[in-house]
């Protein structure tokens, strides 16, 4: 779908929450499985590791020993219920050991056996629901840390077996927000159109990886939407004009802090800008390193690169919120332009705004000397990557995708349908 694309989806309501015996030749395969924690259970089922993200048996001390006959036949049915309604977030049912599943309760199995298979399959489907399907993440420019901590997955469950709310804990473990919301009801009513529900599936999956609790005010940036949103109590408080990474320079998908405002900053340039040689503008100050590199700063002024204003959010990929001296850009539809920072139009009503704007005009009047304010307190920040999105009425709409990842997206989900393939390439 592409950014000029004008269909959209009407997000509905969602749906509601709509192996043979071991021998009895002495200890088998399936008693030696039963002793085992759950986590190891895992990764011996799941081809000898353990489900995406969760540590090995090695590496997990506290994880609960897991005891022959847990498994009743009423929580293996749970379990099935459950992953028979992952069609509806965009999973695959099959990824779960369905059929095994269906099988083992039709012969009424209890016993190492049935705790071996379901436990296997409650891992793999819990760790997909609370931290997505998909491993790399980094692999398309996420680098958000899990929301969920892996290790701790086991023992939810071996303590939703223990007070018998397997499916309420599986459940809700899911993203529980509008957008996720809209989203999964815009995925089952475009039922017939392969290629929209292939980038709904994909967003559904990002929305997986994505803390569960955003803060009661943060700022949000979605990439493929060129557009800076600060959000209150759950409400937009102000939207902002953006300019994001361009495809060769991407814009990473971090969990940021706002911690100060940086009134007329200088700017050190990365190398990996000096390399490419993409450096515009006047007042540079060269350094040879003892390495034989060289290094480049801008002094502030009216020519430097990041404009009069930086919002300073540290993090190893130098990645910040800056304002720019060629204002022009943010008239363009295709705002995917920089180097990876974040260029904001109007910024300076945006400092003002998480700063107070105590002392931001006097910081501002001399254009060449830097002045750093700190923030009261530091605002959480999230770079991410959704190519739809649902508006405030619930209607969900393309927003493009600048960086062409759907695609990488449902190969690596193992999408089935060769629609939902074709979509992200079109």
């Not at 990929?317 to 109007?346: K, M, W």
């Amino acid at each position: 779908m592409s950014r000029n694309d004008t269909r959209s989806v009407p997000a509905g309501r969602p749906s509601s929450r709509a192996f043979a015996r071991p021998r009895r030749k002495g200890p088998g395969l399936g008693h030696w499985l039963a002793a085992l924690p759950l986590v190891a259970v895992a990764c011996i089922t799941f081809g000898g590791r353990a489900p995406a993200g969760m540590s090995s048996p090695e590496s997990v001390a506290a994880a609960p020993d897991e005891m022959p006959g847990r498994w009743s036949i009423g929580n293996a049915r749970d379990l099935i219920s459950v992953i028979e309604e992952s069609t509806e977030e965009g999973l695959n049912p099959a990824d779960y050991n369905i059929d095994a599943l269906h099988a083992a309760v039709a012969a009424k199995q209890k016993g190492p056996a049935l705790d071996a298979l379901a436990t296997a399959s409650a891992l793999r489907i819990a760790h997909d629901y609370a931290n997505g399907r998909i491993d790399d993440k980094a692999a398309l420019g996420w680098y958000i840390d899990p929301p969920t901590d892996p290790n701790r997955i086991a023992a939810g469950l071996a303590e939703a077996l223990d007070h018998g709310r397997l499916g309420s804990w599986l459940r809700g473990l899911l993203p529980d927000n509008e957008q996720y919301r809209a989203l999964k009801a815009a995925y089952a009513d475009a039922r017939g159109d392969e290629a929209l529900r292939g980038q709904l599936r994909a967003n559904l999956e990002r929305w997986r990886w994505m803390p569960r609790e955003l803060g009661d005010r943060y700022i949000y940036v979605n990439v493929p939407s060129y557009r800076l949103s600060v959000i209150s109590g759950g409400i937009e408080e102000a939207s902002y004009n953006v300019v994001v990474g361009a495809p060769k320079t991407p814009t990473p998908q971090l969990q940021l802090y706002a911690q100060s405002v940086v009134a007329n900053p200088g700017w050190t340039v990365p190398q990996s800008i000096i390399k490419a040689g993409g450096m515009r503008g006047k007042g540079f100050r060269w350094t040879r390193n003892a390495d034989g590199s060289v290094s480049a700063w801008q002094a502030p002024g009216p020519s430097n690169a990041l404009g009069r204003i930086k919002i300073d959010m540290p993090n190893p990929h130098a990645i910040y919120l800056h304002d720019t001296p060629n204002r022009a850009v943010f008239a363009r539809q295709n705002r995917a332009l920089s180097h990876g920072c974040i260029r904001v139009e109007n910024i300076e009503e945006l400092a003002a705004m998480l700063q107070g704007g105590d002392g931001l005009d006097e910081a501002l009047a001399d254009p060449r000397k830097t002045k750093v304010l700190q923030l009261e307190r530091s605002v959480p920040v999230y770079l991410v990557y959704f190519t739809a999105q649902a508006d405030p009425d619930g209607t969900v709409r393309s927003v493009g995708d600048p960086y062409g990842r759907d695609k990488a997206l449902l190969a690596k989900l193992g999408a089935a349908m060769e629609g939902e393939l074709q979509v992200a390439g079109r």
